[in-house]
C-alpha cells in the first residue's frame, strides 16, 4: 500500500527555516515524481515544487523560488521541501503528492491538469511577521 507521511512543519518567525519531510512506503521513490503543494485557508490549492523521477530536474512556483529547493533521497524513501526565508505568506497546510505513471523520467508539473494519485495527510507550517 503506498503511503505518504509528512513532518517537519511547525511554527516560525519570518526570514526562519524549515524542512518538511515526506516519507514514502510502499513504493520505490525512484519510480515516482514528487511534488509539493499547499493550501491557505479560503484559499485554493497551489502547486510548490515538483521533482522529476530522475530527481535532476525541478520546478518551483514563482512565490517560491529561489527561497525553497527540493529534493529527494531515493535511499532512504524521503522527499524534502528546504524552505528558507519564510514569509507570513507561505502560511499554509503543505502536502507532498506522487505519482508514477503521467510523467517521464526528466517531466514533473504542478499543474492543475495533472492528478497525482497518491497524497500525505499534510502538515501545518506557519509563519509569523
Known amino acids: 500500500q503506498l503511503q505518504l507521511v509528512e513532518s517537519g512543519g511547525g511554527l516560525v518567525q519570518s526570514g526562519g527555516s524549515l524542512r518538511l519531510s515526506c516519507a514514502a512506503s510502499g513504493f520505490e521513490l525512484y519510480r515516482y515524481t514528487i511534488a509539493w503543494f499547499r493550501q491557505a485557508p479560503g484559499r485554493e490549492r497551489e502547486g510548490v515544487s515538483c521533482?522529476?523521477?530522475?530527481?535532476?530536474?525541478?520546478i518551483y512556483a514563482d512565490s517560491v523560488k529561489g527561497r525553497f529547493t527540493i529534493f529527494k533521497d531515493n535511499a532512504n524513501s524521503t522527499a524534502y521541501l528546504q524552505m528558507n526565508s519564510l514569509k507570513p505568506e507561505d502560511t499554509a497546510i503543505y502536502y507532498c503528492a506522487a505519482d508514477s505513471t503521467q510523467f517521464g523520467v526528466h517531466y514533473c508539473s504542478t499543474d492543475s491538469r495533472y492528478k497525482y494519485s497518491s497524497w500525505g495527510q499534510g502538515t501545518q507550517v506557519t509563519v509569523s511577521s
Open positions: 521533482i522529476t523521477k530522475s530527481g535532476v530536474n525541478t
